[in-house]
């Protein structure tokens, strides 16, 4: 009878342990509650994902860590269910994070609850990029590929045939579309190669006045085409830093290109710098239309224009910003910008700066 017991209490202890570490190394939050909801223990992925230790949350109230749609809290008991809810969880810094949970009971002498939360973060961030490369296709790719399919057709109609220099007039335009839609999808590997750190810069010690120069030459005949004024106030001496020399000039060429692009005509767009020792801080600024504020922040993501129309008038990507920031950053730098609607914009980025030996 007692070799029965203790064998009985041997399973029981082994059971134990492999739920245990069940708990403990499945990558899902796993919270007991009583049926009130005060929570009695959390797995450790739960106590990760909400910042607390786990004296932090017992005793607490599991309401307290989501967020529902409805401002009537519901009753937990009707939540129990198969099916997971997509709820906001609220961790014990006061941020926040989107969470799926899910719901059982348990019945018997000691009735509870048992939630099941997983972080949904990166899946968010997943379809929020699939949303913006998708609105992107449709933007940007199709609306050119339809207009090349529509005028090759009419080539092949013969609809050109006695107008030659109206065909040559329509192919440049067409072409200069495909060459955005080449540069675009360009952009869009430079940007995948600098995000998972496979474009490898080669970073070299290169004067600040020779990196200005060039991209001023470059965006020298636009800036003639809209009429805006290009001046460089840069200091005498030369300011050293380390920097790669052609993606840098290409970030400068679109801070200059877009201040260009927004300037009202007769405007004048600056360049100028600020320095101390470690670092060099390069501006271009602008008297155009600004930015919100409320996309300021926004701005250096793929794909985000301030205005919807921006791509449709402008001809932009809206990817621009976002190699920019990718390649200052992979040098060790910050892109910034600064201003107040209606007032123009100053968007500035910093390079390590180098002495002379
Ligand atoms: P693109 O110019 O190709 O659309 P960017 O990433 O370079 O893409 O810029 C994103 C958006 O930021 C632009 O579409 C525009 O709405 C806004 N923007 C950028 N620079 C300026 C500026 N100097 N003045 C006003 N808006 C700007």
Known sequence: ?????????????????RI??????????LLITTTAGAIESASPACLQYFGCTYGDLHGRNVRDLFI???????????????????????RRDGSQFPASVRVGSFAGT???LLIVVEDVTAKHELEQMKQEFLSMMTHDLRTPLTSIKCFLELIVEGVYEA????????SKSIGNDTGRLI??????LNLHKLESGRLQLSVEVIAVQSLVNQSVESVLSYAESRSIALEVRLPAETILVSADESYTVQVLVNLLSNAIKFSPKG?????????TNDFVKLMVSDNGRGIPKEFQSRLFNRFEQARLSDSRVEGGSGLGLAI???????????????????QGCNFWFTMRREMPD
């Open 1 to 17: 009878m007692e070799a029965l017991i203790e064998k009985n209490n041997e399973l029981i202890r082994n059971s134990e342990a």
């Open 183 to 188: 540069n675009m999808i360009t952009s869009m």
């Open 110 to 112: 000691s009735p509870g």
């Open 267 to 275: 405007s004048t767009v600056t360049v100028f710098a600020n320095f």
């Open 324 to 342: 920019s920031k990718a390649i200052v950053e992979e040098q060790g730098g910050t892109i910034g910008v600064e201003s107040e609607p209606g």
């Open 163 to 170: 107008r030659q220099d109206e065909l040559k007039k329509r």
């Open 68 to 90: 529902f749609d409805d401002s009537s809290v519901p009753d937990l008991g009707s939540l129990v269910s198969q099916r997971a809810r997509d709820v906001m969880a609220r």
């Open 20 to 29: 245990r570490t069940l708990v403990e190394t499945i990558p899902l939050g």
